[in-house]
């Protein structure tokens, strides 16, 4: 159960020409957010409510994670009728996970905090990457399960890096590779998405994500864009 609270927050083999792989990382990224449903698209997302099931041990444990753009994100899961969260704002972070012992919320540690406010843009960190400060660099190209990817180097503002593994036919990601510090130690999360689907509102999402820091894999069961949100939800009960 331990790992739950890292809930925050996810094939055939190609053939490539020479010419692609030439491509520079700005041509990747161009390429993925077209192939995402188009920065335009993108653009009008100002919430996101994404509904899951992680399941654990014989258990199917609920999910729900409200994002609200650059605003503050919500993530709730329920085990044995008791509801733990994680809230992450622009003044802070906290978590509470009565399976473990806790009466009451407590503040994040300053490392995953960083690291969870990265994760407050519900539009995508590539869309408008340059004016957010953000830089990207190509690695080349690495197999993953079969799949010769280009690998993209993405540099936040806040200085957390993360490499995105782009499936060259489709310029979906399907892994990755972020360096999370985590009680005090720095380990390597991996998220491997799949089952990508369009929604109504033409962006394409991952309906299946699994994080090396979990058990299992996370399957989404409904996605709900701009729906209205009570800011509300974010405050910390004390």
Not at 1 to 19: D, E, P, R, Y
Not at 86 to 111: H, L, R, V, Y
Request: with cysteine; net charge negative.
């Amino acid at each position: 159960m331990k790992k739950i609270k890292f809930l925050s927050l996810l094939v055939a083999a190609t053939f490539l020409t020479v010419a692609a792989w030439a491509q520079s990382a700005e041509e990747i990224v161009a390429k993925h957010i077209d192939a995402i449903g188009g920065a335009e698209n993108w653009k009008k997302v100002n919430s996101i409510r994404q509904e899951a099931t992680l399941s654990v041990q014989g258990m199917d444990i609920p999910v729900v994670v409200t994002l609200v753009h650059n605003k503050g994100s919500k993530q709730e899961f329920t085990v044995m009728g008791m509801t733990g969260y994680t809230i992450i704002t622009n003044e802070g972070g906290w978590s509470f996970n009565p399976m473990m012992g806790q009466s009451k919320p407590e503040p994040m540690t300053n490392d995953m905090l960083k690291y969870g406010k990265d994760q407050l843009d519900a539009q995508g960190e590539f869309l408008n990457y340059k004016e957010k400060g953000h830089a990207i660099e190509s690695l080349g190209k690495e197999d993953v399960d079969g799949t010769e990817c280009f690998k993209i180097k993405l540099t936040r503002k806040s200085g957390t890096e993360s490499v995105f593994f782009i499936d060259p036919k489709t310029f979906y990601p399907i892994r990755i590779s972020s360096k999370v510090v985590a009680d005090g130690q720095e380990v390597e999360s991996i998220i491997n998405l799949s089952n990508y689907q369009k929604l109504p509102e033409g962006i394409v999402v991952p309906f299946t994500m699994e994080n090396s820091q979990m058990p299992a894999p996370i399957t989404m069961t409904k996605i709900i864009v701009n729906a209205p949100v009570d800011e509300v939800i974010f405050k910390v009960a004390q």
